[in-house]
């Protein structure tokens, strides 16, 4: 008996690149061994033998990652985000305050009332969190999107937690 599959066969484009291993490896903060690279190679073998669609998507996932990387390591997030209010102490602008013309406090001339020549305001974002912790949160959601793709890499991200904990480090990215 003959079993034919409709799935499309690895030629039709669904077929890893040369740069997706180490992609692999540094999406999931694993190590730069042999044994880690020949678990990463046979995961990607069996994913593309099992369910070569799932290439194309493990593909994107990795095309993702790599934007945030890019992202987080180009910087100045910090500055899309939204200011909700906004804070400033000093002198009013055009007074004889900001002249230097007055006393700055009190207690020097009674003929100043300095406290109406300052003004004070105050900056507060409307996120609490970060650009860049968002970034980050998405980056980890996709890694465990890829780990469902290619769940022989499991013990190797269970193995890698566990050494950082044991050195008290934790992965870093990398460019």
């Known amino acids: 008996m003959t079993i034919s599959s409709n799935a499309p066969s690895p030629s039709s484009g669904a077929t890893w690149q040369q740069q997706d291993q180490e992609a692999i490896r540094q999406c ?5 061994t042999v044994p880690c690279l ?3 190679g046979r995961a990607m073998a069996d994913l593309l033998r099992q369910h070569p669609a799932g290439v194309l998507s493990a593909r994107a996932l990795l095309d993702a990652v790599a934007l945030i990387d890019q992202q987080l390591l180009a910087g100045g997030c ?3 985000q939204p200011i909700q209010k906004r804070s400033h102490s000093g002198p009013i602008a055009g007074s004889v305050a900001a002249a230097g013309d007055a006393p700055l406090q009190k ?3 009674i003929a100043y009332d300095t406290a109406l020549l300052r003004e ?6 409307a996120s609490p969190s970060s650009p860049a912790m968002a970034l980050l949160r998405q980056r980890r959601r996709y890694a465990e999107q890829l780990l469902l793709l290619l769940p022989a890499l499991n013990s190797w991200m269970q193995f890698t937690a566990e050494a950082a904990g044991l050195l008290g480090t934790t992965p870093m990215l990398r460019g």
């Open 38 to 40: 020949d678990a990463i």
């Open 107 to 109: 207690a020097d001339v």
């Open 120 to 125: 004070e305001s105050e900056t507060t974002y």
């Open 78 to 80: 910090e500055q899309e």
């Open 28 to 32: 999931l903060a694993l190590p730069a």
